[in-house]
């Protein structure tokens, strides 16, 4: 009997082991949830929002929405708008890449103070590098939908692809919406 018991105990707490193994390396390294935190990427993500990070594979590509490390610790959800190679600038809230204009359907210019939503800026202005006329291999521009209340690649500069987590896949928008 307790051999059998032995057995069964064993058999379980194998079984829960593998389990617990499964889900940490899931999550580590396919998708983990995330929860947004301020409104810098109003209307696409609001405070309080959950979404799920996907990492497995994961090619940063235009317009995805992305969470990357900042700092030790410090995580940021935004938009990539520059990839590796374009030349970016904004003028009177127009999205310019290469010098082709970009339509930016996911803003909402209603929420802006002033009379601009996204200030005027060029790439070599937020550019850390000396000379950048286009965005260097390994790095990307990065804007919040909320533009007047983002920190972004417009006060933080480019970010390097080894900053990047993830790609923001889903999201469980919550009962505020529908107000």
């Known amino acids: 009997m307790r051999v059998r018991v032995l057995r069964f105990g064993f058999y379980w707490g194998k079984t829960f082991l593998i ?42 590509k235009a317009f995805d929405v992305i969470v990357f490390e900042v700092s030790e610790g410090q995580y940021y959800v935004k938009r990539i708008i520059g990839l590796p190679g374009q030349s970016i600038e904004v003028v009177e809230d ?20 002033g009379d601009t939503f996204t200030w005027d800026f060029t790439l070599q202005e937020v550019c850390q590098f000396q000379s950048c006329e286009k965005i260097p291999p ?42």
Request: glycine share 8%; net charge negative; charged share 20%.
């Open 19 to 60: 389990a617990l193994v499964m889900v940490i390396l899931i999550q580590h390294f396919i998708f983990t949830p995330v929860k947004v935190d301020g409104a810098s990427m109003l209307p696409t993500l609001q405070d309080g929002d959950s979404a799920i990070l996907w990492k497995l594979g994961y090619e940063p």
């Open 94 to 113: 127009q999205l310019y890449v290469d010098g082709i204009v970009v339509p930016e359907p996911y803003l909402d210019k209603d929420i802006k103070s």
């Open 138 to 179: 390994g790095y990307y521009l990065v804007l919040g939908d909320n533009r007047p209340l983002s920190v972004d690649s417009r006060q933080i500069g480019l970010i390097h692809e080894n900053q990047i987590l993830g790609h923001v896949v889903g999201a469980q928008w919550m009962d505020h919406r529908d107000n």
